[in-house]
């Protein structure tokens, strides 16, 4: 099954279906924030090239989880201490799977 989310292209300001499993790495510009004001920006490289999307690691990370574990949108687990070293181990693993 694909594990696809919706993020914006930073050139065209159009919504797009990323799909998760052909993402070789997400970086960020040099500029991410989790203030959108501050201009973050993330480059994705896929098996095919590069794109350039408006959402900042931090939004992708968090909509990635969403789409692994859906009950995690009603959840504001960024207070939790836990949050933060689950969620890169988590990372952790899943590139090490593939």
């Known amino acids: ?3 696809l989310i919706t993020l914006t292209n ?3 300001n159009e919504n797009m279906l990323f ?3 052909t993402v070789v790495s997400i970086e960020s510009d040099g ?3 989790q203030l959108k004001r501050n201009g973050g920006k993330s480059i994705i490289t896929t098996r ?3 794109t350039m999307v ?3 690691l931090a939004e992708i990370r968090k909509k990635s989880m969403e789409q692994v574990w859906p009950e995690l949108e009603s959840l504001d687990l960024s207070k939790h ?3 933060e070293s689950q969620q890169d181990q988590y990372y952790s693993s899943s590139i090490q799977r593939h």
Do not use: I, Q
């Open 48 to 50: 095919w090239g590069r």
């Open 10 to 12: 930073s050139e065209t």
């Open 19 to 21: 799909n998760l499993d």
């Open 81 to 83: 201490p836990e949050y």
């Open 1 to 3: 099954m694909a594990h």
């Open 31 to 33: 500029r991410d924030s």
């Open 54 to 56: 408006k959402d900042t």
